[in-house]
């Protein structure tokens, strides 16, 4: 009983160590929600682990767009946009992931992961425009943006937000408040396109996504409140958002290895 008790709550707290993590750079979700359903949660199936991370994921992404449209850090017409083209691009990107090998996808998925965390840092002086948005001028990066970074999230089993912040603050220019805001609707709109897939594989656990949920909406709160506190310093926000990502992935590459 008790073990079982104390795996409940295990999962609870690794759902709003998720969650945090959405609310608070916007992405990361299943960067997070992946190795802890393998590794700490003990999901053998790598899969399985994918799938329901995925609907967790967006689930708890939806929670995050909520507060941070009361804030006013949402810009809806690229949202709106980019999510649209990623839609098509993780149905795509989903049907190729599951046939692949899921100890070499982990690995593939964690060294991405490197090239992404690089590359936000070299642009961590980059403030932004705050009137930054989507027109005429740039909607054809904003569209090629969001097909190819959903691909990579439906082949990745991600919500795609740190593929997805990087990609609106390359496209559009705008803060990366904005993009963090912005790229949860795209992570939603993923995450359900990604789930819906293994979904009709039957690759979900659905008592362990409950679970996730609501630890992940909880801890949603508490990352919201900490980015816009760290949007007040400069690079702060990127510097922990890469930072998020080089230690999730260099300890995926050595378990992988």
């Given at each position: 009983m008790q073990a079982d008790l104390a795996h409940l709550a295990l999962d609870i707290l690794s759902g709003a160590l998720v969650g945090f993590t959405l609310g608070l750079i916007g992405g990361g979700g299943s960067i997070l929600a992946v190795p802890l359903m393998v590794y700490v949660v003990g999901v053998a199936n790598p899969h399985v682990a994918i799938g329901?991370?995925?609907?967790?994921?967006a689930v708890n992404a939806l929670a995050g767009v909520a507060q941070h449209a009361r804030?006013?850090?949402?810009?809806?017409?690229?949202a709106a946009i980019f999510?649209?083209?990623?839609?098509?691009?993780?149905?795509?990107?989903?049907?190729?992931?599951?046939?692949m090998d899921g100890r070499r996808l982990l690995l593939c998925f964690a060294l991405l992961m490197v090239v992404?965390?690089?590359l936000m840092l070299r642009g961590r002086r980059n403030l932004g425009c705050p009137g930054a948005a989507c027109n005429r001028h740039n909607i054809?990066?904003?569209m090629s943006s969001g097909l190819g970074t959903g691909l990579l999230s439906g082949f990745f089993g991600i919500g795609g937000g740190f593929l997805i912040v990087p990609a609106l603050v390359?496209?559009?220019?705008?803060?990366?408040l904005n993009a963090i805001g912005t790229s949860l609707v795209a992570v939603a709109a993923f995450g359900?396109?990604?789930?819906i897939s293994y979904m009709a594989s039957g690759l979900i656990d659905w008592n362990l996504a409950l679970l996730f949920i609501l630890g992940g909406i909880a801890g949603s709160f508490g990352g919201m409140r900490a980015a816009r506190a760290m949007a007040g310093t400069t690079g702060a926000l990127t510097i922990f958002f890469s930072g998020v990502?080089?230690?999730v992935a260099a300890y995926m590459i050595w378990r992988s290895l």
């Open positions: 329901t991370s995925a609907l967790a994921v804030a006013g850090t949402v810009k809806w017409r690229c999510a649209s083209c990623g839609v098509i691009g993780a149905l795509a990107g989903a049907t190729l992931g599951k046939a992404v965390g690089v054809t990066r904003v390359a496209s559009t220019g705008m803060p990366i359900a396109s990604t789930a990502i080089f230690c």
